[in-house]
């Protein structure tokens, strides 16, 4: 190729790429100002969910529903109905993990433990969005997808993707490394409403195991 051609060939690459720079950092900006707006709005949250794992091929792997609380900062509550009951707590100090089946209870620090994990981008500070490049995926009718993509390669997932509709929370996509993924679906959504401060403590019941690793 004559110089001249490489020069204008260079020249028109550039500006594509700069053009396209330019329109990630405002669709970056947009999906952050989102999601942003979504934290800003509720400071107390509440839902029904429905979870599902699903393989490669689409094939589900696993069901199940239950009930969700949060309060920022670092606060929530997630229940798993029966046949596999489980309730995840969280007081902002240490966090509550009881299998009811097996009878048994985790409780480990919550400090770091929640940065790098879904959980932290809805309960955390809004510093945890940081931790991920955001991108606008698409758009259906009031429904904004936008993608999480975490900066940390140490994350368990490689890619979230929240739903929002009309700064609510709708539903959540969460990728694996192993190209398995979570798709949870929330309904009778309730922004703000009055949670009780003993949701997110974990009574433990009598001859259940527990196994403390704060105490390590």
């Not at 229940?79 to 489980?86: K, N, T, V």
């Not at 009811?100 to 620090?109: A, D, F, P, Y």
């Not at 929370?169 to 969460?174: A, E, H, K, M, T």
């Amino acid at each position: 190729m004559p110089p001249i051609k490489v020069s204008i060939a260079i020249t028109v690459l550039l500006c594509g790429l700069l053009g396209a720079a330019h329109a990630e950092d405002a669709e970056s900006l947009e999906a952050r100002q989102s999601v942003q707006a979504f934290l800003d709005s509720a400071t107390r949250y509440s839902a029904r969910f429905v979870q599902q794992l699903v393989d490669e091929e689409g094939v589900v792997l696993e069901e199940g529903s239950g009930e969700f609380w949060l309060q920022r900062p670092d606060k929530f509550r997630w229940y798993y109905a029966p046949p596999m009951e489980r309730v995840l707590v969280s007081d902002g100090m240490r966090i509550w993990l009881h299998d009811v089946e097996l009878e048994q209870i985790t409780i480990r620090s919550a400090d770091g433990a929640l940065e790098l994990t879904p959980a932290g981008l809805l309960v955390g500070s809004p510093t945890a969005l940081d931790n991920y490049q955001l991108s606008i995926r698409k758009r259906m009718g009031k429904q904004i997808y936008i993608g999480l993509s975490p900066k940390n390669a140490q994350s368990d997932f490689k890619d979230i993707v929240l739903v929002l509709e009309d700064n609510k929370l709708v539903s959540l996509v969460l990728a694996d490394r192993f190209g398995q993924q979570t798709v949870i679906q929330f309904t009778d959504i309730r922004i703000n409403p009055p949670i009780a401060a003993a949701l997110f403590s974990l009574e433990i019941p009598a001859g259940t195991d527990v196994i403390d690793q704060t105490a390590q």
